[in-house]
């Protein structure tokens, strides 16, 4: 037996100015790439992306809008060909920015941590009042501090045997 | 003097000659503009617009028999030939593209041994 050979791209969606949109769905997201997959690769493309590992959203973040779309190694240039054509999820418009491309959910959740901690110190400079600030520096220690057990969830156990 | 050619990996461009057959008392007057612009459709609906931006050239075209000469890119030949093959509608009417031959040489296009007749003369 072999197993399926997926590939996971981790992607920003980019708002501009709006705020965060709190309707913002798997599916939606989904049904965006999909439409898009459909014009720029026809029905071929579709029906490759249907075909088990099939094209899904995995993760999404709302709060920080971050994404995860699984599909098919076979597939993956098509889909990221198809990422940047992205222009509207639901009404909004919206463009696709992708961040990393990974073999596993695994590494992919790790550059996610990675991602997410390299951000709260660029949240520190939006700051306006010293009440937001601390709260910042409260999470950046939060992190710093939570680090070795948020990997150790998502690190393989060293256990000896 | 006889020589043998060998030509050793694919040439850019491959020919194609095809046919587009309607059904049986359909009346169908295509010219060469439409009939690219079918090419263009079979490619888009099957493969997207990322094949129909590609090169296809119809280098010659007969309108009595709808057969036409295409020059494609090789990488594309097989896309472009699938999407042909799986084209089946054209505005409510059924039709279906007949691949007749298929070459890297425009040369050898030229001629058909198949579509050769003898003549008897009788003495």
Redesign the interface.
């Known amino acids: 037996m072999v197993r399926f050979k997926n590939r996971y791209i981790v992607c920003k969606l980019e708002f501009g100015c709006r705020v965060t949109l709190p309707d913002l769905t798997q599916d939606a997201v989904y049904r965006a790439i999909a439409t898009e ?9 579709t029906a490759c992306a249907r075909k088990y590992p099939n094209l899904t959203v995995q993760y999404l973040n709302p709060s920080t809008n971050l994404v995860m779309v699984r599909c098919s190694r076979d597939q993956c240039k098509q889909i990221q ?1 198809c990422l940047p054509f992205v222009k509207k999820i639901g009404e909004v418009d919206v463009f696709l920015h992708t961040l990393h491309l990974a073999g596993t959910i695994r590494s992919c959740m790790k550059f996610i941590v990675r991602y997410h901690k390299s951000q709260l110190p660029l949240l520190m400079s939006e700051c306006r009042n010293p009440v937001e600030r601390k709260k910042v520096q409260e999470m950046l220690t939060d992190s710093c501090a939570d680090s070795g057990r948020t990997l150790g969830l998502l690190e393989r156990s060293t256990t000896s045997q | 003097m006889y020589k043998k050619v060998v030509s050793k990996g694919c040439l850019d461009f491959c020919y194609m000659k095809v046919r587009l057959d309607f059904e049986e008392g359909t009346h169908a007057h295509i010219d060469i503009v439409a009939f690219k612009q079918i090419i263009l459709e079979a490619a888009q609906s099957m493969f997207g617009l990322a094949l129909s931006c590609s090169l296809i050239d119809v280098l010659i075209y007969e309108k009595s028999s709808r057969t036409a000469v295409l020059r494609i890119p090789n990488i594309n030949l097989s896309k472009i030939w699938s999407a042909l093959s799986l084209y089946s509608n054209m505005n409510g009417l059924s039709c279906a593209f007949r691949i007749l031959q298929i070459s890297p040489h425009l040369m050898a296009l030229s001629g058909n041994s198949r579509l050769m007749s003898l003549e008897v003369v009788e003495h």
């Not at chain 1, 997959?37 to 493309?45: C, E, K, N």
Request: overall charge negative; aromatic content about 10%.
């Open positions: 997959l459909q014009v720029l690769h026809g029905d071929y493309g060909s």
